[in-house]
């Protein structure tokens, strides 16, 4: 029992009280995300009757506006600080969520994509740079684990809820779920006052806008590889729930578990990882992230090509929790390695090109998926794993490159 103890004691993260507040803000608010993402491309394709292309070209919609909106808010979070933006962000992806019953026609349907898009592509680089702003250099790795539990808790949960409440055969329940996640992006909002705006630092020499970041050529190789684990992991991810449902005949309450299993999986797994990945090569420890996608998505194929309904939606349940896992050491590596690579008075437009990276992904990977999914559904999985696979390598070979400093993880 002391040995227990000791052990969760050594979880704590030892972060301070605005960092939990926002966090506990970012758990209401990815609760709604999980209640309503899940089940978008459901709701376009079986109820609004959208083909599986069109479908996933409004999900690469929404990335698609972000990839225009996070370099866009980068200079005015390194001017007015990132409380605000957020603020901002939230209150547009509300609007988008809760127009979201009125789609009748496709043009509709990128009309509100567009509207969430942007919320998305002002909320990460300004809560990045506030999450930074808040935590010293040395305990960014723990801040940025933690805020990948509060959002993987949050979207766990509203999965859970969310397959309990969608069903094809009543288009009103996915009404309650886009009106609750908007909700959900209020409720942040309102926790955002109890969190301090961190004073933007003063730069002893003019900044130098993007043409400086786009010279830091470690840090666009960073970007570049985000992009693929993004669009090859976890924007397939976001297409199992259709293609469990379609090819494998999976109810929306197994595919409310997919999602349940998955965020879990990360939540459990995540301080430990965190702690775990302290005084090692950063590296190392994220090139496991891709190659536990890999196998996830090897998984996935194996249960799609020999079973059906509850018994593949068991193996798809198993997929999501090793993509949980291989999930946990993104933050505490990739997250915190571009904190620490970006200059005080660069750190919103470092942050924006970070999550151009995940808008971009999310633009490429539900494009090609959807794609995929209309033509040969069971051809996705492979070819998502082999690039998966393949970018082991280059994220290896990176790690030279890197300035000795931010080679291993802070511990």
Same mark, same amino acid.
């Given at each position: 029992?002391?040995?227990?103890?000791?052990?969760?004691r050594?979880?704590?993260?030892?972060?301070?009280?605005p960092?939990?507040?926002?966090?506990?803000?970012?758990l209401?608010?990815?609760?709604?995300s999980?209640?309503?993402?899940?089940?978008?491309?459901?709701?376009?394709?079986?109820?609004?009757?959208?083909?599986?292309?069109?479908?996933g070209?409004?999900?690469?919609?929404?990335g698609?506006?972000?990839?225009?909106?996070?370099?866009?808010?980068?200079?005015?979070?390194?001017?007015?600080?990132?409380?605000?933006t957020?603020?901002?962000?939230?209150?547009i992806?509300?609007?988008?969520?809760?127009?979201?019953p009125?789609v009748?026609?496709p043009?509709?349907?990128?009309?509100?994509?567009?509207?969430?898009?942007?919320?998305?592509?002002?909320?990460?680089p300004?809560?990045?740079?506030?999450l930074?702003?808040?935590?010293?250099a040395?305990?960014?790795?723990?801040?940025?684990a933690?805020?990948r539990?509060?959002?993987?808790?949050?979207?766990?949960?509203?999965?859970?809820?969310?397959?309990l409440?969608?069903?094809t055969?009543?288009?009103?329940?996915?009404t309650?779920?886009?009106?609750?996640?908007?909700a959900?992006?209020?409720?942040?909002?309102?926790?955002?006052?109890?969190?301090?705006?961190?004073?933007?630092?003063a730069?002893?020499?003019?900044?130098?806008?993007y043409?400086?970041?786009?010279r830091?050529?470690?840090?666009?190789?960073?970007?570049g590889?985000?992009?693929?684990?993004i669009?090859f992991g976890?924007?397939?991810?976001?297409l199992?729930?259709?293609?469990a449902?379609?090819?494998n005949?999976?109810?929306?309450?197994?595919?409310?578990?997919i999602?349940?299993?998955?965020?879990?999986?990360?939540?459990l797994?995540?301080?430990p990882?965190?702690?775990?990945?302290? &005084?090692?090569?950063r590296?190392?420890? *994220? @090139?496991?992230?891709?190659? #536990?996608?890999?196998?996830?998505? %090897? /998984?996935?194929? !194996?249960?799609?090509?020999?079973?059906?309904?509850?018994?593949?939606?068991?193996?798809?349940? &198993?997929?999501?929790?090793?993509?949980? *896992? @291989?999930?946990?050491?993104? #933050?505490?590596?990739?997250?915190? %390695? /571009?904190?620490? !690579?970006?200059?005080?008075a660069?750190?919103g437009?470092?942050?924006?090109l970070?999550?151009v990276?995940?808008?971009?992904?999310?633009?490429?990977?539900?494009?090609?998926? #959807?794609?995929?999914?209309?033509?040969?559904?069971?051809? !996705?999985w492979?070819?998502?794993a082999?690039?998966?696979?393949?970018?082991?390598?280059?994220?290896l070979?990176?790690?030279?490159?890197?300035?000795?400093?931010?080679?291993?993880?802070?511990?």
């Open positions: 029992m002391g040995r227990l103890d000791s052990y969760l050594g979880l704590d993260p030892f972060l301070s009280r960092v939990w507040i926002l966090e506990v803000g970012t209401v608010n990815f609760f709604g999980g209640l309503a993402y899940p089940f978008l491309l459901i709701y376009l394709h079986n109820v609004r009757g959208f083909g599986l292309g069109t479908a070209l409004v999900a690469a919609a929404i698609a506006v972000g990839v225009v909106a996070g370099p866009v808010v980068g200079p005015v979070i390194d001017r007015v600080g990132g409380r605000s957020v603020a901002a962000a939230l209150a992806s509300a609007v988008g969520y809760s127009l979201l009125l009748r026609q043009w509709e349907a990128f009309l509100f994509a567009g509207a969430i898009g942007l919320g998305t592509g002002i909320f990460w300004s809560t990045s740079a506030l930074v702003g808040l935590t010293p040395r305990k960014r790795h723990t801040a940025f933690l805020q539990v509060a959002v993987n808790a949050g979207i766990g949960l509203g999965g859970l809820a969310g397959g409440i969608a069903t055969s009543n288009a009103t329940s996915f309650v779920l886009f009106l609750a996640d908007a959900t992006y209020l409720a942040m909002i309102a926790v955002l006052p109890f969190v301090p705006d961190p004073e933007i630092e730069s002893a020499e003019p900044p130098g806008g043409a400086r970041v786009l830091d050529r470690v840090f666009v190789s960073i970007v590889l985000n992009v693929l684990f669009a976890y924007a397939q991810l976001e199992l729930p259709v293609f449902k379609n090819h005949g999976v109810s929306e309450r197994w595919i409310g578990l999602f349940f299993s998955n965020t879990m999986a990360l939540v797994a995540q301080l990882v965190a702690r775990l990945v302290e &005084g090692r090569r590296m190392r420890a *994220l @090139a496991l992230m891709p190659a #536990g996608f890999a196998l996830a998505w %090897l /998984v996935v194929l !194996l249960g799609a090509l020999w079973l059906e309904r509850s018994a593949a939606a068991l193996v798809f349940v &198993g997929a999501s929790a090793v993509f949980g *896992l @291989a999930t946990c050491v993104h #933050g505490p590596t990739q997250g915190a %390695l /571009v904190a620490d !690579l970006a200059p005080p660069l750190r437009r470092y942050m924006a970070s999550s990276s995940w808008e971009l992904g999310y633009v490429i990977g539900p494009a090609l998926g #959807g794609l995929v999914l209309s033509t040969e559904p069971l051809a !996705l492979p070819i998502a082999a690039v998966c696979a393949l970018s082991v390598a280059p994220v070979a990176l790690e030279r490159r890197l300035p000795a400093d931010v080679r291993l993880t802070p511990g």
